[in-house]
């Protein structure tokens, strides 16, 4: 899949932007700060996914003075899959309201959108998917899994629903939670073997771009279930009864995982640094893609916001490397001036500019 066409209005500073057409392969974003140039990513990101990786606020996301924001993508299939047919997907945002449509058809929601558009964003505050909270390392666990498992997403709402039910009888005294200790067991199990299977999976590519990125230091990546897997999920659950009660929510299971990234033996969190920790990042989002287009046979879409932040050259030139081989439709913004030659498919692609809200194709037409 990539993306065709694109039109935004009435997000951010980007006013309106007609029809533009992106190249298939490679699509560099150019112009000084604050011009716009991430807006462009973030609107190809609220696409696929809905929501933002710079801002969760959605009054943050509509124009000064505007009532909402539209969105809308024509996505190809390329060459991948016979008689994949193209599609739109279109995008209204209020301040109370997200409206999503597939040509012409409403969506009903982010879980039915996640489908249709694979996107990755590497951008500035990657780093914290090393350094942040186990919930952002779930994040990238379950995307990935989403995507290439039929079965993750009925089995993450059956979760969902049961986890939910036993909480709110923790909180009620006249409730037994444990009457979902099985249907709860049941789905965190699958979950846990799902995850599994694909960081077993990913393992390869992982460590390639680990080599590129991060020659010298060994990169191993390991799963902490949130529960004690030689006793089960519904035993765990039961030990614990008594420190959920106290803490009134379920202190046990997949929703507690942590995926554990070590460097050279050491814990990533305590040794890397922030340029390491965004390489690192790198590493866990390109082979994300490559993984997923070898098992979906499909192409992803990756954007890179500031591609030369807080990396020295030697870095720069091996980022550059992997991107080169990701296959992935590319969309990269740039502030340094970098020669156009050293970009991945620069010669191949199109450069665009950004500047005012306003952007234009200056090569590549």
Not at 125 to 152: I, K, N, Q
Not at 181 to 187: G, K, T, Y
Not at 287 to 310: G, P, T
Not at 354 to 362: A, K, P, W
Request: glycine content about 8%; aromatic content about 6%; hydrophobic content about 35%.
């Amino acid at each position: 899949m990539r993306l065709a066409s694109l039109e935004v209005k009435n997000l951010r500073c980007l006013r309106e932007i007609p029809e533009l057409l992106p190249h298939p392969e490679f699509n560099l974003i150019t112009g000084p700060n604050a011009a716009g140039k991430t807006t462009f990513l973030e609107a190809i990101d609220l696409l696929a996914r809905g929501r933002s990786f710079r801002s969760h606020q959605a009054k943050e996301l509509v124009t000064k003075g505007e009532k909402e924001y539209l969105l809308r993508g024509r996505v190809d299939s390329g060459d991948e899959k016979e008689g994949a047919i193209p599609f739109t997907l279109s995008q209204r945002r209020t301040d109370e309201k997200l409206e999503l449509r597939c040509d012409g058809e409403p969506i009903k929601g982010l879980s039915d959108l996640a489908p249709r558009l694979a996107v990755q964003a590497i951008h500035p505050d990657s780093h914290a998917l090393v350094h942040g909270p186990p919930a952002r390392r779930r994040a990238w666990l379950d995307w990935g899994v989403f995507h290439v498992e039929p079965e993750y997403r009925r089995r993450w709402a059956s979760y969902q629903r049961a986890l939910k039910q036993r909480n709110a009888a923790l909180k009620n005294r006249n409730q037994d939670p444990e009457g979902w200790d099985r249907p709860l067991a049941e789905a965190g199990e699958t979950l846990t073997a799902m995850r599994r299977r694909y960081l077993e999976e990913i393992r390869d590519p992982l460590e390639g771009f680990a080599q590129i990125l991060l020659p010298g230091l060994d990169l191993e990546a390991s799963y902490f279930p949130g529960y004690d897997e030689t006793a089960g999920l519904a035993e765990s659950l039961s030990a614990g009864l008594k420190a959920s009660r106290e803490s009134g929510r379920t202190t046990t299971g997949p929703h507690r995982a942590e995926l554990g990234l070590a460097l050279g033996g050491m814990p990533a969190t305590r040794i890397a640094s922030r340029g390491q920790s965004k390489l690192l990042s790198c590493c866990l989002l390109l082979a994300q893609v490559v993984l997923f287009q070898e098992l979906r046979d499909e192409n992803c879409i990756l954007l890179f916001d500031d591609l030369s932040a807080e990396l020295d050259e030697p870095h720069l030139e091996r980022l550059l490397e992997a991107l080169s081989g990701s296959e992935a439709q590319l969309f990269v913004t740039r502030i340094r001036d970098e020669p156009l030659e050293r970009l991945p498919e620069g010669s191949r692609g199109h450069v665009f500019h950004v500047e005012q809200g306003r952007i234009s194709l200056t090569s590549g037409g």
